[in-house]
Every structure is written in structure tokens, then in C-alpha cells.
């Protein structure tokens, strides 16, 4: 994931940089750009073809051909059982206000507050708040300390398991080439083709310290606040296992705990796996002439998924999804670029073998 945000947000700004020289007619500029194995990348070509093309792409949807299958949800057999919409709309004291939007179908409509056969039924907004039932609560705090146990145990157990991460680049503001600058951006990612047809192997006992969440730590989760928690369900699956969801507030560049350290600086750090924003930076500042007015990682809507066993806590399987809104404003000698575009990275584990 961490090499994925580098390439990304390095591929968004060099190639917006690239694009506003070919508008500006600045082709004599003489940059060399290589790729991870020190090879060329011929971007002349790259930015003849979008030249030529620029006039016809103008007219072409933001969002045509950026997709190319990686929204596919995970095959059912490598993903979570679903959560029961009952469970989906979560409420309680200790969610934020944000999230009380989610449907209430389990609570009896307002208007049957106004009693006795002779009275006209009232509006729904005049039923006193008080006479309806309040939705089940959800205890976001006991849901977090069950999913901290069930990762910590599976870390520390090491069984033999699958896995697979995949990337994509979507929601890109690159102008009338997005397609062009997608094409190049996806040579840096991992597609979930690629992943599927060669997912990592863990055999048993081998070190799960620095390839599985938190990386680098013993812990699968350093978060024990549920205060930054945006909605949490736990649902007993009836076959003997249970799946619990839970999906975090945004966070602004957050920081990933240092190495093998109890704590995280922040919250997504303390259950997925952000990228330091000052690596980044570093990436960044080796692009010549590059001058970086403002960048920010915005992680939005990151959802963590567990089912395990009822009897032994033993993990059956686990997924998550990060959503990664990069924003760039950056100059190259004189000329401003702008850039944005979201990056999605997804991680699953499954067949897991104690």
C-alpha cells in the first residue's frame, strides 16, 4: 500500500505537470523520467498522443474507461459473510451525529404516537420524540475490543492463510486526457487480477510482524477508543461464526505508529495501514524543478471486516478497503498544476488454516 500512494501521487502530479507543457508549447523542456527499474519512460510519446487526441477526449465523460473491473466485489467464496441491513443502520450515544442517517425500519413510525379512534391521525413531525421507541444501540466500545482480540490472537497464532491487495486509480481531475494519464497512473498499481492469480501464501508460524495490519507491530490493532468509529455492526452469522464490520471517521494525512510501538498518532494508523505523509514528500522533492504548494491525503470511508469462529475466536476471514483522496497543487517552474483523484487500495485474507 505504502509504495502504491508514492507512485500514485507521484504519477498524478508528473503527469498533470507534463500535460500543462504540451498546452503550453513548452515541448522543448528535457526531463527524464524512469520507472521503478531505472527505465525510461518515453514520455514524449505519451504527451504526442495526448496532444493529438486532446480535441476528441474533451468530449469524453470524466469517468469512461476508468473503470476496468476492479470495482468487481470480491468473489464470494474470499469475502466476508454480508451484514444483515437490520444491522447496517447503527445508532447509539456513542456514534457520531453523522451517521444517524442510516434507515430505522425496526422503529415503529411516529405517527402512531396520537391515541384513541376519534383523533385524526397527527403528522409524523408532531409525535413527541419520547413516545418512539429508540433504535437497538450499538456498543461500538465491546464491538472494538472483540475485533482487537479475534486480530491480535490471529497475529500471534500465525496460521497458514491466502492474501491478496489490489489498487485502483479512480475519480482523477486531470483534464480532457484523464483516460490517457489513467492508462499510465494503473502501470504503477497491482490489479485484482494480477492479485488473484498470484496471491500471497503465509505457512504456518512464519512471522506475521511486518506483512499483516498494524505493520511492523505485534498488535493487529492499536485502536481501543471507539470514539473515532463511524458506524459498527456485529452479527452472528448462525453457522457458528460471527462478522463484525467497522468503518472509521476521515482522517486528514494521518500518521502510521512508529515500529512495534503500543500506540498510533492516529486513528486510521491504528487499524489500517496509511503511508506517512513526509515519505511522500521525499518521493516528491527528488521530481526537478517541482515546487509543492499544498498535498494532502484525505483517507475516507476506511472499512475493516472480520468473520471468526464463535468458540475459539479463530479467523475465518478479513478484508478491508482504504479510499485514499489525494489533492495536489504543485508548480513546475512557473506553471501551476492541480490535481486530484481518489486511490482505492483493498486487502483480503482467506482460506485460513489453524
Known sequence: MKRSIVRASAVLIVFAMMLSFAACGQQELLVRFVDGSGNDLDLGAILGSAAANQ???????????????????????????????????????????ATAAPSNDTTPAATAAPSGDDTPAAPATEAPATEAPAAPSADYG?????YKSVVDQFKVDSPEWYKIEYQEITNA??????????????????????????????????????????????????????????????????????TITICLNDELNPEPPADDSPTSPSY??????????STIDEELAKIPGLSVNSFSLNYTDCETTITFNNSDHHMVSWKYIMNVDITADAKLLVFPIQGSARLIDRMEYWDIKY
Open 268 to 277: 486510521i494508523g491504528a487499524m489500517f495501514a496509511p503511508m506517512a505523509k
Open 173 to 242: 481531475n486531470l483534464g480532457a486526457v484523464l483516460n490517457r494519464v489513467l492508462d499510465l497512473a494503473a502501470g504503477y498499481m497491482t490489479t485484482e487480477e494480477d492479485a488473484r492469480a498470484d496471491p500471497t501464501h503465509h505457512l504456518p508460524g512464519e512471522s506475521m510482524h511486518g506483512n499483516t495490519p498494524i505493520p511492523h507491530n505485534d498488535s493487529g490493532c492499536l485502536l481501543t477508543d471507539p470514539t473515532p468509529i463511524k458506524y459498527a455492526t456485529q452479527t452472528d452469522n448462525g453457522d457458528g461464526t460471527t
Open 142 to 146: 465491546a464491538i472494538l475490543s472483540t
Open 55 to 97: 480535441g476528441s477526449a474533451a468530449n469524453v465523460p470524466a469517468d469512461t474507461g476508468t473503470n476496468t473491473g476492479t470495482n468487481t466485489a470480491p468473489p464470494a467464496a474470499t469475502a466476508a459473510p454480508d451484514t444483515p441491513a437490520a444491522t447496517a443502520a447503527p445508532s447509539g450515544d456513542t456514534a457520531p451525529a
